[in-house]
């Protein structure tokens, strides 16, 4: 209003300002003042529109800080409750961790009660056992008292009713004193316990015949006692002063001595037999035995005592030890270059323990081996006998390389099998093949190159323990794949370096690089699956029972993971599938656009008939068919392509394959 007022009283500034200038009509006044009014009314219903809503502003803003106030009573209300239910959890958390701890040391104390328990119940059952012991032999010699006492007594009642007897029938004469001598003599060396004596000198104290007693003490026959001892000497010479001539000549007493001597008699024959077996046994012993006693004499035995201490001697020692290490490595590198019929002694003994890695054989080498041609004639039953090789592995080590080192004097040179010792066997070639866990068994029996092409699956079994049927299924493959590359380190080195960073050519895979192969096939979950499982290339090429199920198996693969089976059986064919197929065709390589690129020849076809070789592959083969026969399938080329013959037998060994 006060706006509109300050606006007319302008517009009638204006008018009078005009009127001065220039007098308005009435009429155009009274429009003016129509128009005025007009707007004066609109702008008091404007008015009276923003109170209105300025009302209704004000209501709404009360409710909303009623609403606020409300949500701030919640919020309250929710954070009590929140730091209550806070407070709570970590009481009850405090008493579950109280109660965790009390558990923890109650069984730390059950552990504790039990460990001592244990050790209370095995020191409890070793003290039951000798005291069973104790009270066994307490009872076996109570027994044999009960037994002695029983004949004691039983001895002593025939005596004590033969006294009168013996006294009636005395005859004191010297003569009959003096021939009875020996026969009292061994009378006195009567077998009879102390607890026999006693027993009977109580009887007879009781009885009131002193002279029966000491007679009796000696006389008591020795054909009823089970368990006899030596009676000392001197109670042999008081049972000797105490008979009288009318005991010695008694009938009683000289059935007691016949029986003493024939007695006496049996055990001597009884020595005499055992001592004649035990020298006709021992004869042949003691005569292989001079030998071994026989030893050569020490040179330093003949030295004095006073060179042994001297620092020049010790100087001396340690500088031929040096010299002998030297002129052992010499006469190994001696061994590698000279045929072996012209060793040495020394030669000799330095290959069998450089070499060979069995030091434990040099002594008896040393006594009985002189040069190589007498280990060129060794037997088995020399190397058993003569250097005391009686393990039939290490046997078998010395045999295999005798006969390959007479086979290198005839031109041929030593196999590549040679250049496999035990370590490289032991700890490479078994953790290439997957199966490390074995190399402590192939180390103990020195199994080299020579040796893994002639083991069997009875050896696998027998002497290094492996009776696992994969495991042994799985080096008997992997030792196929040395012979098929003539075990050549260096050509399956350098194979396995060209598939390095390629799927191909899996025949030559490692076990680790079977498992990185797994990883790259998004399988990596079920990778570690395969660590000390066997599984390699050679067997997952050769080995016509392994399949893609056998391979789900071995990496653990649920049943019911479908898709992760059908991803492996996928892969599985694009690996194997081509470089199987070349290997039923004679060859152990792979196809790439159905052309051959292998580059080595299966020997067990070729020794078969089957194949003679590719002019592509190799050109001074001859790519034919032997004579009189015709090729089955035809012949493998690089740049030919397969015939269709050969193409559908490839098709179905691939279809039965999978």
Not at 51 to 74: C, G, P, W
Not at 257 to 283: Q, Y
Request: aromatic share 4%.
């Amino acid at each position: 209003l006060r706006q509109m007022k300050d606006m007319l009283s302008k517009d009638l500034e204006e008018t009078q300002g005009g009127c001065s200038a220039d007098v308005l009509s009435a009429t155009e006044l009274r429009v003016q003042l129509a128009q005025k009014e007009q707007e004066l009314d609109r702008a008091k219903e404007a008015l009276q529109a923003m109170k209105s809503d300025r009302k209704r502003l004000k209501a709404e803003k009360a409710d909303l800080v009623n609403q606020m106030q409300q949500l701030y009573a919640t919020l309250e209300s929710r954070e009590e409750q929140l730091r209550d239910f806070i407070r709570n959890y970590e009481q009850h958390r405090k008493e579950s961790e109280d109660a965790v701890k009390a558990l923890a040391k109650e069984k730390d104390m059950l552990e504790r009660e039990k460990w001592d328990l244990r050790r209370q119940t095995k020191e409890a059952t070793e003290h039951t056992g000798m005291l069973r012991s104790q009270l066994d032999l307490k009872e076996n010699r109570i027994k044999e008292l009960e037994a002695e006492l029983a004949m004691a007594k039983q001895s002593l009642a025939t005596l004590t009713k033969d006294v009168p007897k013996r006294h009636s029938l005395a005859m004191p004469t010297e003569t009959v004193v003096n021939g009875n001598n020996q026969e009292w003599v061994m009378q006195a060396d009567l077998p009879l316990t102390a607890a026999i004596r006693q027993s009977q000198q109580t009887l007879y104290v009781h009885t009131g015949h002193p002279t029966d007693r000491q007679v009796a003490a000696v006389r008591v026959s020795p054909c009823h006692s089970r368990q006899p001892s030596i009676i000392s000497d001197a109670s042999a010479l008081e049972g000797d002063r105490s008979s009288t001539p009318s005991d010695i000549n008694s009938p009683r007493h000289r059935t007691h001595s016949l029986c003493n001597v024939r007695s006496l008699e049996d055990l001597e024959e009884a020595k005499r037999k055992k001592k004649k077996e035990k020298m006709g046994l021992g004869s042949l012993s003691r005569v292989f035995a001079r030998g071994k006693q026989r030893k050569s004499l020490d040179p330093g035995l003949f030295d004095d005592s006073d060179s042994l201490s001297s620092p020049t001697r010790h100087s001396l020692s340690l500088s031929d030890g040096s010299e002998d290490q030297l002129d052992r490595l010499q006469q190994v590198e001696l061994a590698r270059t000279t045929p072996m019929s012209q060793w040495r002694a020394g030669t000799v003994q330095a290959w069998l323990e450089v070499v060979m890695a069995m030091p434990m054989y040099i002594r008896t080498c040393s006594e009985n081996v002189k040069s190589g041609k007498v280990l060129l004639g060794l037997t088995d039953e020399d190397l058993e006998l003569g250097l005391g090789v009686t393990s039939l592995m290490h046997r078998r080590k010395l045999r295999l390389a005798i006969e390959d080192y007479r086979e290198a004097e005839n031109g041929r040179g030593l196999s590549k099998a040679a250049d496999m010792d035990h370590h490289w066997v032991a700890k490479a070639w078994l953790s290439d093949v997957g199966l490390p866990q074995y190399s402590q068994a192939f180390h103990t029996h020195l199994v080299d190159g020579r040796m893994l092409n002639s083991l069997t699956r009875r050896d696998l079994e027998r002497h290094l323990n492996i009776t696992k049927k994969f495991h042994q299924v799985s080096l008997l493959l992997g030792i196929e794949l040395l012979h098929l590359l003539n075990f050549d380190k260096e050509a399956m080195q350098a194979r396995r370096l060209q598939c390095e960073l390629q799927n191909v050519d899996p025949l030559v895979w490692t076990s680790h690089r079977v498992i990185r192969w797994v990883r790259d096939i998004d399988l990596k979950e079920f990778a570690e699956n395969l660590l000390n499982s066997g599984v390699h290339g050679a067997v997952m090429v050769l080995d016509p029972t392994f399949n893609t199920d056998t391979m789900a198996t071995t990496l653990g693969i649920p049943s019911n993971k479908h898709m992760v089976r059908r991803h492996l059986i996928e892969e599985m064919k694009t690996l194997i599938g081509p470089a199987s197929i070349c290997h039923c065709f004679g060859f152990f390589g792979l196809f790439v656009n159905d052309k051959c690129i292998t580059t080595q020849f299966c020997t067990h076809t070729q020794r078969n008939g089957l194949y003679q070789g590719c002019q592509t592959c190799d050109p001074g083969a001859k790519c034919g068919p032997p004579k009189g026969s015709v090729w089955p399938l035809g012949c493998f080329c690089q740049v030919q392509k397969c015939h269709s013959l050969e193409l559908n037998e490839a098709k179905k060994i691939k279809k039965n394959f999978f």
